[in-house]
Nanobody, 121 residues
Framework: QVQLVESGGGLVQPGGSLRLSCAAS????????MGWYRQAPGKERELVAT???????NYVGTVKGRFTISRDDAKNTVYLQMNSLKPEDTAVYYC???????????????WGQGTLVTVSQ
């Protein structure tokens, strides 16, 4: 069974940094696009950043220049480096991956369980 496991959330002061990690495990043949989403209290889940198989990133405008998404395909892991954090970045962050499983080579979409990031004094 394929699953995504996130780590790295926590409490940080405004202006601080955090690095989130998300590792995919299970019978994986290939991972396509990977991404991070977030959901703040009382709001809908929104896209934060995605990264394609060739490493091209895309960011929502509110995090451009502050967040960096990267991936390590040897470890089936995606990262989100978050710098200059603001209180409005407070949310549960979820990773997402489009992946192909073995032995049936089906394409699936998987979500992580979420990790809480709180930016506060």
């Amino acid at each position: 069974q394929v699953q995504l496991v996130e780590s790295g959330g926590g409490l940080v002061q405004p202006g601080g940094s955090l690095r989130l990690s998300c590792a995919a495990s299970g019978s994986i043949f290939r991972i396509n696009t990977m991404g991070w989403y977030r959901q703040a209290p009382g709001k809908e889940r929104e896209l934060v950043a995605t990264i394609s198989t060739d490493g091209n990133p895309n960011y929502v405008g509110t995090v451009k220049g502050r967040f960096t998404i990267s991936r390590d395909d040897a470890k089936n892991t995606v990262y989100l480096q978050m710098n200059s954090l603001k209180p409005e970045d407070t949310a549960v962050y979820y990773c997402n991956a489009e992946l192909r499983t073995m032995p049936d080579y089906r394409w699936l979409e998987r979500w992580g369980q979420g990790t809480l990031v709180t930016v506060s004094q």
